[in-house]
């Protein structure tokens, strides 16, 4: 079985580039013609797409830039990039072969769970409010790896899961050795990002786990569950996890307010499908 | 005007390097021809050639010896050197034993080979001014540039980072150059993202230059603001981002409060008569700075003074 995690590490390491939806490289299309572009409008875009999202912060944060490990925000990355940069490097991005189901509803639940954690970071008026976004966004990266890295495998996943109603970390783990969480703590580390980032990623389904950055990890955690119980989405199964004690005691939640955060979310997420369909109709017509 | 360019061949064939000497005379150059290779170094350092040619088809290892000499003197490795092969032998030539920038096969066709000279010469004027930290054309470049800017209806701009030693001083100097790096990149994305004819230069330290056309000045001055402001939320923890300070000791040893980091800019229109040479401009630009740092608050100051 060690084969199989050196396997995958093997592969991580030599991966430079993901693909990303081809809606998401229409938008920023239609974006890099209109030469008045502006960071905000660019990082709005890029924040959308998880994919994308971990590209820029790849490429901000390698040694040739001499930031490593340093920028957690895709508006930082936007800023110290540059527009142009941002723009040729998504122009250059391959494109998901197809639209599937689960490619779509893996990349709705990332957009989902980026909007949730940034309710939950805003009304407990925590700091850093973008990089528990991006983290969030982010969270799953490492689906999309043996989504793409590993197909065979990812086929015999979703087999699994459905013979044996299994969770998909549950069946993660028997098949592969490694966990969805701990690929995407190897990208995230193979890709220096920072250690905000890597964390969340790293430790968004056993919270007690995270030690330096427990809050950001909470977050993630209680956004993740939050998008799944909404059924926004779709992150490979349909199992919907109980919220850990340590991130409920730690974020001092409690009934009311996690009541608070499901209302704006639900609100939310209305303009996540129109925005995910606006996605897809792009990628249908420029594809 | 100025002055011809001087080529100095390094070659133990007489007739080839006079023939080149002519060929070199007939594009404008003025040939330094060498024979005597005990003598080369002497020549090259007591009056420095811009180019140099190295006919390595003949003692050859005695030259390679020479180049080697001079390129290892900082100074001189700046010093453009083109070798000369014979057809093919440049496959088994070992490229690490020689410093050389170019090379060209003999019999060559003489169109490539003064565009091989021209390209050398623009190769190295563009790595050498560039600042290694951020690699923005360092000062000569920016002298050039300021220059040709004079009269016209350009702002030239100098930023300068508030707070900066004491930041070096306490967080250390390999994140001191993580500023800088972020500084000359949210400056030259800024310059570029507002149209050509713009220009960004590192002049050292914490102080840089940017050229732009005197209608878009003011904006990107704002833009670079707000961009720095974005950034340095990343240089920061929570807390002190929270105090808008952070504690460092001074010489003496005493703890004191420093602000965070923040940039000064001088903005100097150059279609004024009062700008009448690169001189004039550092000397506005360093009264100019005083008033941006004297808030201690990020800004930007126009010079609108006639006189």
Request: glycine share 6%.
């Given at each position: 079985m060690d084969n199989k995690r050196a396997e995958i590490r093997s592969i991580i390491k030599d991966t430079k580039s993901l693909p990303t939806l081809p809606g998401v490289i229409a938008k920023l299309t239609s974006l890099a013609e209109?030469?008045?572009?502006?960071v905000n409008e660019m990082a709005r875009v890029v924040s959308s797409d998880q994919v994308l999202s971990a590209k820029v912060l790849r490429l901000v944060n390698s040694p040739f830039y001499g930031f490593s490990g340093r920028v957690s925000t895709i508006s930082n990355a936007l800023i110290l990039l540059g527009v142009n940069v941002v723009k040729s490097l998504a122009l250059s991005s391959s494109i998901f072969e197809m639209m599937e189901k689960n490619t779509v509803g893996l990349w709705e639940h990332s957009l989902g769970a980026g909007v949730a954690a940034n309710i939950i970071a805003r009304k407990l008026e925590l700091p850093e409010i973008e990089e528990i976004s991006t983290a969030a966004l982010l969270h799953d990266i490492g689906k999309v790896i043996i989504k793409i890295k590993l197909e065979s495998d990812y086929d015999h996943l979703i087999a699994l899961i459905k013979e044996k109603d299994m969770s998909m970390l549950e069946a993660e783990k028997d098949l592969?050795?490694?966990?969805h969480a701990e690929i995407g703590e190897w990208l995230a580390r193979s890709w220096f990002l920072p250690e905000k980032l890597i964390e969340p990623i790293a430790f968004h389904h056993d919270v007690e786990r995270a030690s330096t950055q427990l809050v950001k990890t909470a977050v993630v955690h209680v956004a993740d569950v939050l998008v799944k119980a909404s059924g926004f989405?779709?992150?490979?199964?349909?199992y919907v996890p109980r919220i850990q004690a340590v991130a409920w005691n730690k974020l001092g939640l409690n009934e009311i307010f996690l009541e608070e955060i499901v209302g704006e979310l639900e609100d939310k997420l209305v303009d996540c499908k129109n925005f995910s369909l606006e996605i897809q109709s792009e990628g249908d017509t420029k594809t | 005007m100025t002055q011809k360019l001087r080529i100095a061949v390094i070659s133990k064939d007489r007739d080839f390097s006079s023939q080149l000497g002519l060929w070199l005379e007939g594009k404008g150059f003025q040939p330094i021809l060498l024979h005597e290779l005990g003598s080369v170094l002497g020549i090259i350092y007591g009056d420095p050639p811009d180019v140099v040619i190295a006919d390595l088809r003949h003692g050859g290892s005695e030259i390679q010896d020479l180049i080697r000499d001079f390129k290892g003197d900082s100074y001189f490795s700046m010093l453009p050197v083109i070798g000369i092969f014979e057809e093919n032998a440049d496959e088994t030539f070992t490229w690490s034993d020689c410093p050389l920038d170019d090379f060209i096969t003999h019999p060559f066709n003489h169109s490539v080979f003064f565009s091989r000279i021209n390209l050398s010469l623009q190769r190295i004027e563009r790595v050498l001014d560039n600042n290694p930290l951020t690699k923005l054309p360092g000062n000569t470049s920016i002298q050039n540039a300021i220059e040709k800017a004079l009269g016209r209806d350009l702002a030239v701009c100098y930023i300068d980072i508030n707070n900066f030693k004491p930041y070096n001083d306490t967080y250390g100097f390999s994140h001191g150059d993580e500023v800088l790096r972020m500084v000359a990149r949210i400056m030259a994305n800024c310059v570029r993202d507002a149209g050509p004819g713009g220009f960004s230069g590192h002049v050292g330290g914490d102080d840089f230059v940017f050229i732009v056309t005197l209608e878009k000045a003011e904006s990107v001055c704002q833009t670079i603001l707000d961009h720095f402001r974005i950034i340095v939320s990343d240089l920061f923890g929570e807390e002190e981002k929270a105090r808008g300070s952070y504690r460092a000791s001074d010489r003496q040893g005493n703890e004191q409060n420093i602000p965070l980091l923040g940039i000064a800019i001088a903005v100097i229109p150059?279609?004024?008569?009062?700008?009448?040479h690169f001189g004039k401009v550092a000397e506005v630009s360093a009264e100019m700075k005083k008033f941006a740092k004297k808030s201690g608050e990020s800004c930007y100051v126009v010079d609108r003074r006639k006189t």
């Amino acid at each position: 079985m060690d084969n199989k995690r050196a396997e995958i590490r093997s592969i991580i390491k030599d991966t430079k580039s993901l693909p990303t939806l081809p809606g998401v490289i229409a938008k920023l299309t239609s974006l890099a013609e209109n030469s008045k572009a502006s960071v905000n409008e660019m990082a709005r875009v890029v924040s959308s797409d998880q994919v994308l999202s971990a590209k820029v912060l790849r490429l901000v944060n390698s040694p040739f830039y001499g930031f490593s490990g340093r920028v957690s925000t895709i508006s930082n990355a936007l800023i110290l990039l540059g527009v142009n940069v941002v723009k040729s490097l998504a122009l250059s991005s391959s494109i998901f072969e197809m639209m599937e189901k689960n490619t779509v509803g893996l990349w709705e639940h990332s957009l989902g769970a980026g909007v949730a954690a940034n309710i939950i970071a805003r009304k407990l008026e925590l700091p850093e409010i973008e990089e528990i976004s991006t983290a969030a966004l982010l969270h799953d990266i490492g689906k999309v790896i043996i989504k793409i890295k590993l197909e065979s495998d990812y086929d015999h996943l979703i087999a699994l899961i459905k013979e044996k109603d299994m969770s998909m970390l549950e069946a993660e783990k028997d098949l592969l050795d490694a966990d969805h969480a701990e690929i995407g703590e190897w990208l995230a580390r193979s890709w220096f990002l920072p250690e905000k980032l890597i964390e969340p990623i790293a430790f968004h389904h056993d919270v007690e786990r995270a030690s330096t950055q427990l809050v950001k990890t909470a977050v993630v955690h209680v956004a993740d569950v939050l998008v799944k119980a909404s059924g926004f989405g779709f992150s490979g199964d349909d199992y919907v996890p109980r919220i850990q004690a340590v991130a409920w005691n730690k974020l001092g939640l409690n009934e009311i307010f996690l009541e608070e955060i499901v209302g704006e979310l639900e609100d939310k997420l209305v303009d996540c499908k129109n925005f995910s369909l606006e996605i897809q109709s792009e990628g249908d017509t420029k594809t | 005007m100025t002055q011809k360019l001087r080529i100095a061949v390094i070659s133990k064939d007489r007739d080839f390097s006079s023939q080149l000497g002519l060929w070199l005379e007939g594009k404008g150059f003025q040939p330094i021809l060498l024979h005597e290779l005990g003598s080369v170094l002497g020549i090259i350092y007591g009056d420095p050639p811009d180019v140099v040619i190295a006919d390595l088809r003949h003692g050859g290892s005695e030259i390679q010896d020479l180049i080697r000499d001079f390129k290892g003197d900082s100074y001189f490795s700046m010093l453009p050197v083109i070798g000369i092969f014979e057809e093919n032998a440049d496959e088994t030539f070992t490229w690490s034993d020689c410093p050389l920038d170019d090379f060209i096969t003999h019999p060559f066709n003489h169109s490539v080979f003064f565009s091989r000279i021209n390209l050398s010469l623009q190769r190295i004027e563009r790595v050498l001014d560039n600042n290694p930290l951020t690699k923005l054309p360092g000062n000569t470049s920016i002298q050039n540039a300021i220059e040709k800017a004079l009269g016209r209806d350009l702002a030239v701009c100098y930023i300068d980072i508030n707070n900066f030693k004491p930041y070096n001083d306490t967080y250390g100097f390999s994140h001191g150059d993580e500023v800088l790096r972020m500084v000359a990149r949210i400056m030259a994305n800024c310059v570029r993202d507002a149209g050509p004819g713009g220009f960004s230069g590192h002049v050292g330290g914490d102080d840089f230059v940017f050229i732009v056309t005197l209608e878009k000045a003011e904006s990107v001055c704002q833009t670079i603001l707000d961009h720095f402001r974005i950034i340095v939320s990343d240089l920061f923890g929570e807390e002190e981002k929270a105090r808008g300070s952070y504690r460092a000791s001074d010489r003496q040893g005493n703890e004191q409060n420093i602000p965070l980091l923040g940039i000064a800019i001088a903005v100097i229109p150059m279609n004024t008569p009062k700008m009448t040479h690169f001189g004039k401009v550092a000397e506005v630009s360093a009264e100019m700075k005083k008033f941006a740092k004297k808030s201690g608050e990020s800004c930007y100051v126009v010079d609108r003074r006639k006189t």
